[in-house]
């Protein structure tokens, strides 16, 4: 146990979310808890985990979500470890909620994305269809977030586009979609920014730099035929300069969404074409999708994004990339033990709005921990 890589993470305490300043001690090595000394709370080492309040082992946990990840049924993970299906299934949505909070502390950051790709998947369920629309980074192949809808219309599209709008710099910024026109007002409106300093609503100015492409694909008998390619918004030179620097050749494309549609489909098993694993629930869906989308971008290499170490007539020797060591998020391969492992800090604590003076306990306290 090691306090001085531990939070607390109380709300409302003052060093709430702070790491390495000294108020962290062990409280029962026995029962693994911690203390902060600021607020006087207990806690125990897996707070803020999937892990916590569990009484299955480690280890079993790590094994069957593990096995979610990659695209095991929870029938087969049943009958292989004698649980019961409610069960594997609190895990994966426990898991998929604890994935969405480490997606958005480290993943929905501002940086320059370069080109971005968005589609759609057609998901059937138990007596209804959803659309699971997502997005990715075409340069670090890093996969953005995704938003689940029963209806593929312009609501769909504007929450996608404004989870890109989160990890997006005011950059040159290419989108390609294919040819659904909710995409383009989608597009439109999240990258727009208000003007401050007059009266009355703000004017929104949309971004410098964003271009739209589509590419819509021409079907005869249920086979494409053909593909033409729309440019939106942007002129060809701009575009072209865009692609040569974020897919080093080609032409506009939908095909690196595509593959990574695949993957999911793969790996979800309610995605599986003509399969009798249909999920009943949109929420068991959506953590399925964050679960799948982390360990994608943290826990697995892509062969695409490897670099060659040392080339010569003999011998070539690669590194091995991870989206979130390519996008620079973290520096190594995460094991699914420390993706499920790693605690988000909680927001910044904020003194409370009282009428009068603070006194000066508080303004000890606000001087000590607020900056």
Known sequence: MDPQAVFCPNQACPASGQIGQGNIGVHSRKERRYKCHVCDKTFAETKGTPFYRLRTAKDIVIIVVTLL?????????????????????????????????????????????????????RVKMQGF??????????QTRLWLGGEISQHRDKYLMRA????VRHCALCRPLLVCVDGCQAYIDAIRKAFREPIRGQAGRPRL????????????????????????????????????????????????NTAYIERLNATFRSRIAALVRRGRALARQIPTL?????????????????????????????????LRRTPAIAAGITDHRWTVEELLTFQVPPPPWQPPKRRGRPSKAMKALVARWCT
């Not at 959803?130 to 075409?138: F, I, L, P, S, Y």
């Not at 590419?215 to 942007?234: D, P, S, T």
Request: charged share 20%; glycine share 6%.
């Open 69 to 121: 990840a990659y695209g095991c049924p929870v029938q087969a993970i049943v009958a292989a470890f004698d649980l019961d299906e409610r069960t594997v299934l609190s895990w994966q949505s426990r898991s998929g909620k604890h994935c969405q909070q480490v997606h958005e502390h480290l993943v929905e950051r501002q940086r320059d994305l370069g080109q971005v790709q968005a589609d759609e998947i």
């Open 205 to 252: 100015r949309p971004w410098d730099g964003i271009f739209i492409a589509q590419v819509i694909k021409q079907y005869a008998q249920k086979r494409v035929v053909g593909v033409k390619r729309h440019l939106v918004q942007g002129t060809q030179a701009q575009i072209d300069a865009l692609v040569q620097k974020t897919q080093g050749r080609g032409v506009i």
């Open 160 to 163: 996608l586009m404004q989870r």
């Open 129 to 138: 269809i959803v659309w699971m629309a997502m997005a990715m980074q075409v």
């Open 286 to 318: 959506h953590d399925g999708m964050y679960l799948v989308g982390t360990v994608y971008n943290f826990c697995t290499y892509h062969k695409s994004l490897r670099v060659p170490l040392y080339v010569s007539n003999y011998r070539r020797r690669w």
